[in-house]
T-cell receptor
């Protein structure tokens, strides 16, 4: 299975600032995704990170707020811009492991608290 | 439209009891995948199982078993002889073949196993 590393694991951020979360995978993967989990809630897909092209955003999420980069098949970043307390969440990177099993794995998550 | 329902918000059992977590899904697709994930307090999402819509065989893995019934659109998860380490939030999720592996999550069931 793919091994996914996220940085930072936790951070406390000031209102109005931006933070970039990194996701590194130990193998090349086609599909990478970013999810958000607000406190006590389920997971919601923010966007699909496409290698070599712009990310595909889900309804309710926009590029200006959550810019995403995908420079290669093993790495992606998600930036949370102009943060407010409502952005306090766990942000999780996930990949589709196409090594024959089509299983979807998740990173450890990045816990952001905005104060 | 696709939807996943986990009606049990929280379940509390005593160690060694068996417990079943319910999952009901809705989809118009004939080809889809169902997943279960475990989220311990540390926050990471641990993959437990993936099942495709053409495979209705029940599966057992140690103390874990899964019952997939297309007739009732259910994919229930049973933990036999529960242990304190099983305490976590468990998520059921659906991915339709045409959705490029995007996951639709249920709201999660919090399982508390008391010693």
């Amino acid at each position: 299975s793919a091994v996914i590393s996220q940085k930072p694991s936790r951070d406390i951020c000031q209102r109005g600032t931006s933070l970039t979360i990194q996701c590194q995978v130990d193998s090349q993967v086609t599909m990478m995704f970013w999810y958000r989990q607000q406190p006590g809630q389920s997971l919601t897909l923010i966007a699909t990170a496409n290698q070599g092209s712009e990310a595909t955003y889900e309804s309710g999420f926009v590029i200006d707020k959550f810019p995403i980069s995908r420079p290669n098949l093993t790495f992606s970043t998600l930036t949370v811009s102009n943060m407010s307390p409502e952005d306090s969440s766990i942000y999780l990177c996930s990949v589709e492991d196409s090594g024959g099993l089509n299983t979807i794995y998740f990173g450890e998550g990045s816990w952001l608290t905005v104060v | 439209a696709q939807k996943v329902t986990q009606a049990q918000t929280e379940i509390s059992v005593v160690e060694k009891e068996d417990v079943t977590l319910d999952c009901v899904y809705e989809t118009r697709d004939t080809t889809y995948y169902l997943f279960w994930y475990k989220q311990p307090p540390s926050g990471e999402l641990v993959f437990l199982i993936r099942r495709n819509s053409f495979d209705e065989q029940n599966e057992i893995s140690g103390r874990y078993s899964w019952n997939f019934q297309k007739s009732t659109s259910s994919f229930n998860f049973t933990i036999t002889a529960s242990q304190v380490v099983d305490s976590a939030v468990y998520f059921c999720a659906l991915s339709e073949m045409d959705s490029s592996y995007k996951l639709i999550f249920g709201s999660g069931t919090r399982l508390l196993v008391r010693p």
